[in-house]
């Protein structure tokens, strides 16, 4: 049961949002966020940092499609910085625990910390220790009824979003989505498509996220939030062989046609592959197909545009990328399918 | 969530980060929160009849209530205390 539950969780992501106490959250002061990169580059060598209005823009679009960077960030030229731990920004790989501390956006201070499948408790850990270490040198806006001061009043409290991002097909496609949305109603959880408009998602990926409250502590949050993904995951799963006991046909047809597509196509658009490969994604889930656990989460992402773009100059124009995307594709589905 | 507050729009409908996502409806009977905190003209009529509010300013920064009530934002840690009553509402809507 644990492995089919890994199977519908991509990622997890712990966000402290932080304040420096008196200094102004729309400060203008060029070198306001200076220091505070600095203590986070000493406290830990392999993170550098790296101003917006230096920030390469192909570099820049891929951590905004990756969810590591907000417009508000890259809109903020006079004092925006980035701390990040690995020595390239632009680099995606499942391995990585990828860490970006975003100074100058709506709070000063925001660290993230992106990790791939379901461990809450360590991105938590490592962005608290990263808190940790700024509140050693800098005086932390906090007060006792409040928790940590932030810009909007609504985010006070821990300044901690916990989020899950979940593949959930069966109760997407049944609708059942809104049944769970609004079972949550009142938990202080909120649920998301993550690509796209309205309550079905593309590729049907949603984020599963705690709502800013005063009455619990970060480890009740991390707590609730595991417990309301467990049960969301429960339900996925017992959809899904319902599904497959109604249809079997139907659900095998359309994954191995998507099967067929993504390791024949000669060019492939984003929308087009998040499609099929969510249908490749539901038959490994359900025992159709067998890839090498997290290689179809991983090309989720890494077929994006920008994030494609960045692992190669030419697929800036459309045509090659869809030639690259269709060639990433079948590679990584050959190397990576199990018998 | 009756009462209108003043919320930073750019707070809503936000994921986690802060990044654009897609709030899933849950059917009849849900209110998103977007329509839920539209903010403007309840919480502008809510301190017009109070015109004695206009005059607080936070001496560290300098954001009044009239930039408070427009943008949902505080200025800076200071104006938690200037704006303590405000905020305290916020909070209880929030419940
Ligand atoms: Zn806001
Ligand atoms: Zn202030």
């Known amino acids: 049961m644990k492995k089919d539950i890994n199977s519908l969780i991509v990622s997890t992501r712990v966000r402290l949002a932080r304040n420096l106490e008196r200094v102004p959250f729309k400060t203008e002061v060029v070198d306001a966020f200076d220091s505070v990169a600095t203590t986070i580059k000493n406290a830990n060598p392999h993170y550098l940092s790296v101003r917006i209005d230096q920030l390469h823009g192909k570099v820049a679009n891929a951590l905004y499609e990756q969810h590591l960077i907000s417009r508000e960030l890259l809109s903020n030229s006079k004092n925006g910085m980035i701390v990040v731990k690995d020595d390239k920004v632009e680099d995606v790989t499942r391995s990585n625990e990828r860490v970006c501390v975003m100074l100058g956006e709506e709070d000063h201070i925001r660290i993230q910390v992106i990790k791939q499948g379901f461990d809450l408790q360590s991105c938590f850990n490592t962005a608290k220790k990263i808190s940790d270490d700024i509140s050693k040198e800098h005086k932390i806006a906090h007060r006792n009824d409040f928790g940590y001061l932030t810009t909007c009043p609504t985010n006070l409290g821990t300044g901690m979003r916990a989020s899950v991002m979940m593949f959930l097909p069966a109760l997407s496609l049944t609708n059942q989505i809104s049944v769970v949305a609004r079972q949550l109603k009142g938990e202080k959880i909120t649920i998301r498509g993550v690509y796209g408009e309205g309550s079905k998602s593309a590729g049907y990926m949603y984020q599963i996220s705690n709502q800013a409250c005063l009455e619990l502590d970060e480890g009740e949050i991390l707590e609730k939030v595991n417990e309301i993904v467990r049960l969301i995951a429960v339900r996925e799963i017992d959809l899904q062989k319902s599904l497959l006991d109604e249809s079997p046909d139907q659900i095998i047809n359309q994954v191995m046609r998507s099967l067929g597509i993504l390791t024949h196509a000669h060019m492939i658009s984003s929308d087009e592959a998040v499609e099929h490969l969510a249908w490749l994604k539901l038959g490994d889930c359900i025992g159709i197909v067998k890839f090498k656990p997290g290689a179809l989460d991983d090309l989720f992402f890494v077929i994006q545009p920008a994030t494609l773009t960045t692992q190669n100059e030419k697929a800036s124009e459309y045509v090659t990328r869809d030639k690259m995307r269709a060639k990433k594709i079948s590679e990584v589905l050959r190397v990576s399918r199990m018998k | ?95």
């Open chain 2, 1 to 95: 969530m009756g009462k209108s507050v003043p919320v930073c729009s750019g707070c809503l409908g936000k994921g986690a980060g802060g990044f654009n996502v897609t709030e899933v409806s849950s059917g009849p009977g849900f209110y998103s929160v977007k329509q839920t905190f539209t903010g403007g003209p309840q919480f502008k009529n809510f301190y017009d009849g109070k015109k004695v509010a206009q005059s607080i300013v936070c001496t560290n920064c300098g954001h009044d209530l009239v930039a408070f009530e427009s943008s949902g934002k505080m200025g800076c840690s200071e104006c938690y205390n200037v704006f303590n009553e405000q905020v305290k509402r916020i909070i209880r809507n929030r419940k």
